[in-house]
């Protein structure tokens, strides 16, 4: 099958490639450009372990072809932790609440809470649960993550207020 | 370095050792998306491979045609049940003493049947070949009912094994019977059953499902031609096991075969056995000279890879007037669908089903169980069960409930007048286990009382007079479980797997700066072992958690064990590392001794150091000894510190607990919601109350999903209907009860440091919970029992059949 050329920004960086005009975007992350943080669970879009986020909103990368990606701005848990290396905020809340246990949902689940905590900065139990629900966990029952999430959320909140 | 301003408790939480809510060292990396799955490993010139799965559940392969499929650019080779013959390869030995095709030889058993392997050199090019392969199948009748398939007529499953009267586990009666597998004493079961004051009688099914971990199976053989050695990474849950089961399969010496299991998205026993793929992944490797990935995607493995349960139990109980149980009899048809792959110790073809007597004193009991071959995928494995504790523990927990009916008797006393008491442990069981230790009144008082028992009971007296009033379309249900588990298989003079003795092991090496690394015969899926094993090692030798490394899943570096399920990885490879580090402590004490100038019983430990007796000021740390140890001449001590444990436990460990469900349940949509859930739990000694936590939540979701909707379903013509995560039930965020846990703490008298394990105890405890909620909610109105799953479907019709529609 003849490629076409891909570009887009990655993790804040310019990447390209050729791609079949088929492969999933989930697919040419983690083959092509060796992004393996995001997982693949069913590649049938119910899982959530391959949540990105693209211009703005979680996306699963399963569900989406690269060639849709072009031009686009997308972030995965790699493009996440701290610029010096340390975990950020969520990933430490999660780590602290143990929101994990094997890790295979994490890092859709965390990029998928980057993005709901900005959609909602103060959010209930419940907006976090509804919020997370493209997402499956098989460890945790949600609980500390649920718990996790809310600590994020406060903790940003006060980073946020001592800043200004 | 003798800082004396350190007093002995900040010693000891320095430590991070037994007993702390240590954060999890494994959780730096995942957060960060810095695992490594199998999924992940990508080698140069890597091939691909995807099966070709049949379409059919039971059909004669009349044809396989690759011409088209090689013609495909990127499909490297096709591999058929006839290139794999020549290699003895087409057929492999299942866990259970049974054996498998590998690829489709001559006709298929089950709908997505292994029939032929496809090697490309990418996924997309493995899924263009697999289209291109051309199959011919003559179709053939179908059961999918166990009971159907032992009518006299019914068709022939395996015909491999025609005329074959003696299976694995002894005789077989019908052509698609398996085994016959009895305990316990029928003749005197029987007695008392027809001289009892009251039997209850029930059909408690148990629905097929599957462990669905996250991550699929998968796996990537390596074959270095030059070399001759074979490396396999996969998702292992016993990757020594799989190390001797491929040299015995392969006749490759089992030094030129390193096992790798790395992270893994989650076993759930999934993960035990072996699978077509990994053999299919070997053979491609050594023909095609490049390392072969195998990961099968979610379809795959929901039809094909190891479900669980389908049990149907029938069962007798017998009691007095007053509710003194008097016997309990069982019988079971178990479905293994077409292969008996279950995982399973090799005597116990129905695994510890015999716990089924669970947490009370039975005096006299019989259980026998016939293994059957249907048109359905194998497998049967234990789905974070101890092998198959979880049938027993929710047959006799809705047994109780069914005497409790008839007995016209609150089951909460009910259960109360009939557990084991404290005194009676050790407890020998009318079916043959001996429980370590228990205090199941204490645990069951704590239970009621934090729930409120008494006004739960008035609140929903008051319900079903508003609901007969027409105030309300809302029942409430009460589900009361107490379930005792055994597990930590196993004694080797009782539990093996295909011969393989069922110890554990743990080696601890101590550097001479005094940090330390310890390797383990288990793997970790998610359990956190490399958090907690560290911190019994702390404890046992006062070295800090945190400088310890912990490896599991290398079978070049980890000592020999049976690896990680049936919550066998704190029973036994815990007490191999409780054991190794005392070995260590020991050799500890004499260089302590020989540096303070002492004699050996003159010294004695004190956190993390050894002090001379009667005078603390004088001591050595573990640091300065361990340095002492690599560098010092001690006359008659060889140098350097470590040690290894292989630990054959001396029983089983039997963790038990109290689980109670409130829930609320819509007559008119069949919808619940679950108000409340109380989790107690006892695993005796707790290592580590953080991720003890996590596991009663995790369990307990699975225990949700399976009673409240999860299940594997097939139509008459053995087509699956549940192959995607659309169909096959698994609950987000929003569905997910709110758990609130609970302990009591009974030490295992025999395992080193008390602790009985608790990974499976919540799926255990919380299916009959939620199950028998749905029925209290119903009691008033007639239902005895109706089978799982209760979905908003089936309580619909529940309510329809007692005439609650109006
Ligand atoms: S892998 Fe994309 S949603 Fe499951
Ligand atoms: S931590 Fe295992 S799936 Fe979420």
Redesign the interface.
């Given at each position: 099958m003849s490629k076409m050329h891909v570009k887009f920004t990655l993790n804040g960086e310019e990447v390209e490639g050729l791609a079949?005009p088929?492969?999933l975007l989930i697919?040419f992350l983690?083959?092509n450009l060796?992004i393996?943080?995001?997982?693949?669970?069913?590649?049938?879009s119910?899982?959530g372990?391959c949540t990105v986020d693209m211009d703005g909103k979680s996306v699963k990368s399963c569900t989406v072809f690269v060639a849709q990606a072009n031009g686009a701005d997308v972030t995965?848990?790699?493009g996440?932790?701290n610029p010096d290396g340390t975990?950020s905020v969520i990933?430490?809340m999660?780590?602290?609440h143990?929101g994990?246990?094997?890790?295979?949902?994490?890092?859709g689940m965390?990029t998928r809470v980057h993005r709901l905590l900005q959609e909602h900065p103060s959010p209930t139990e419940e907006d976090?649960?509804?919020g997370?629900?493209?997402?499956?966990?098989?460890?945790?029952?949600?609980?500390?993550?649920?718990k996790a999430v809310l600590a994020a959320a406060d903790q940003l909140n006060a980073q946020k207020e001592a800043a200004e | 370095m003798k800082d004396e301003v350190t007093s002995t408790e900040e010693r000891r939480e320095n430590l991070k050792g037994m007993g702390c809510a240590r954060?999890?060292v494994?959780?730096?990396?995942?957060?960060?998306?810095?695992?490594n799955?199998v999924?992940?490993i990508?080698m140069d010139g890597m091939l691909f491979g995807d099966f070709v799965r049949s379409p059919y559940a039971h059909a004669r392969v009349t044809s396989i045609n690759k011409e088209a499929a090689l013609a495909i650019p990127g499909v490297v080779a096709v591999l058929t049940a006839e290139d794999l013959a020549p290699l003895g390869l087409h057929w492999m030995p299942t866990l259970a003493g049974d054996k498998q095709m590998v690829l489709a030889d001559g006709k298929v058993l089950f709908q997505g049947q292994e029939v032929a392997f496809v090697v490309a050199n990418?996924?997309?090019a493995a899924s263009d070949g697999v289209e291109a392969v051309e199959v011919d199948y003559e179709d053939l009748p179908v059961v999918t009912d166990p009971f159907k398939a032992l009518e006299p007529d019914a068709p022939v499953l395996r015909e491999d094994l025609e005329g074959q009267t003696e299976g694995a586990h002894g005789p077989r009666k019908h052509h698609n019977h398996i085994f016959t597998w009895e305990q316990g004493d029928e003749a005197a079961t029987e007695q008392v059953m027809s001289t009892a004051d009251v039997v209850a009688e029930e059909m408690v099914y148990y629905h097929r499902t599957h462990p669905?971990?996250?991550?699929?199976c998968g796996c990537v053989a390596s074959m270095d031609k030059v070399t001759g050695k074979l490396t396999l990474y996969g998702t292992f849950q016993a990757p020594h096991a799989i190390r001797t089961i491929v040299s015995l399969i392969s006749s490759i010496p089992e030094h030129k075969i390193r096992v790798v299991s790395p992270?893994?998205?989650?076993g759930?026993g999934n993960k035990v056995g072996a699978y077509s793929g990994y053999v299919c992944s070997v053979v491609a490797s050594i023909v095609t000279g490049k390392p072969v990935k195998w990961?099968e995607?979610?379809?795959d493995n929901l039809m094909s890879t190891a479900f669980a349960r389908d049990y149907w139990m029938k069962g007798k109980i017998a009691a007095t007037k007053e509710g003194k149980i008097t016997g309990l009899h069982c019988h079971v048809i178990g479905d293994h669908g077409g292969f008996d792959a279950c995982a399973d110790p090799t005597k116990f073809p129905a695994g510890f089903f015999n716990i089924c007597t669970g947490s009370y004193d039975i005096p006299t009991a019989y259980l026998s169980v016939d293994g059957v071959y249907t048109n359905k995928a194998p497998g049967g494995v234990a789905y974070r069960c101890s092998f198959r504790v979880t049938e027993a523990a929710y047959f006799i927990e809705r047994m109780i409930e069914v005497l409790a009916i008839k007995l016209d008797m609150d089951s909460a006393e009910l259960r109360r007048i009939n557990f084991i008491k404290k005194e009676q442990f050790p407890y020998q069981s009318a079916l043959g286990w001996e429980y370590d230790s228990g205090d199941y009144h204490t645990a069951w008082d704590k239970a009621l009382e934090a729930v409120d028992y008494k006004a739960l009971r008035a609140e929903q007296a008051q319900r079903i007079e508003d609901f007969k009033a027409g105030k309300t379309r809302k029942l409430m249900g009460v589900g009361l479980s107490f379930f005792t588990e055994i597990v930590g298989a196993g004694p080797v003079k009782n539990c093996d797997i295909l011969g393989l003795g069922m110890f554990d092991s743990c080696e601890i090496r101590i550097h001479p700066t005094g940090s330390a690394i310890a390797r383990l015969g288990t793997i970790s899926?998610?359990?956190?072992h490399a958090t907690a094993f560290a911190q019994i090692i702390a404890s046992e030798i006062g070295i800090p958690a945190d400088d310890i490394t912990l490896e599991e899943g290398d079978t070049d570096t980890a000592p020999y064990g049976l690896g990680t399920y049936g919550s066998r990885s704190m029973p036994v490879a815990g007490a191999a590392t409780a054991m190794a580090s005392r070995k260590i402590k020991a050799k500890a004490q004499m260089i302590a001794a020989y540096l303070l100038e002492v004699h050996d019983d003159d010294v004695e430990f004190d956190v993390d150091r050894f002090a001379v007796k009667g005078n603390p000021e004088r001591f050595k740390t573990m640091k300065e000894i361990a340095f002492a140890a690599y560098n010092q001449a001690i006359p008659g001590v060889e140098p350097g510190l470590e040690a290894v444990s292989y630990y054959d436990p001396p029983n089983m460990t039997y963790p038990f607990g109290a689980y109670i469900c409130v829930m609320e349940l819509d007559v008119d949509t069949g919808e619940h919601e679950i108000r409340k859930f109380y989790a107690l739990d006892d695993c005796g000694t707790r290592v580590n109350p953080?991720?003890i936590?996590?596991q009663v939540?995790?369990?307990?979701?699975?225990g949700y999903a399976i009673a409240m909707g999860q299940e594997i379903a097939y139509d008459e013509m053995g087509n699956h209907k549940t192959a995607?995560?659309?169909d096959f039930f698994?609950p987000?965020?929003?569905e997910?009860p709110?758990?609130q846990t609970d302990f009591t703490v009974t030490p295992s008298p025999h395992h080193p440091i008390g602790a009985k394990g608790v990974g499976e105890s919540p799926n255990v405890g919380s299916v009959p919970a939620f199950s028998n909620a749905v029925h209290d909610a119903f009691r008033a109105f007639g239902l005895v029992q109706s089978h799982m799953p209760h979905d908003h479907w089936r309580v619909w019709r529940i309510a329809d059949e007692l005439g609650l529609h109006g």
């Open positions: 079949e088929r492969t697919h983690r083959e060796r393996t943080g995001p997982h693949i669970g069913c590649e049938t119910h899982c372990a995965t848990i790699e996440l932790t975990l990933q430490e999660f780590r602290e143990h994990l246990q094997c890790g295979y949902c994490t890092p965390i976090v649960r509804f997370i629900a493209g997402n499956l966990c098989r460890c945790t029952g949600y609980q500390n993550i649920v | 954060k999890r494994e959780d730096v990396r995942f957060t960060q998306g810095k695992g799955y999924d992940d990508k990418d996924r997309y669905n971990p996250l991550e699929t992270d893994i998205g989650g759930f990961v995607d979610k379809m899926q998610g359990q956190g953080m991720i936590e996590g939540h995790g369990g307990a979701t699975e995607t995560l659309m698994v987000t965020a929003m997910t709110t758990y």
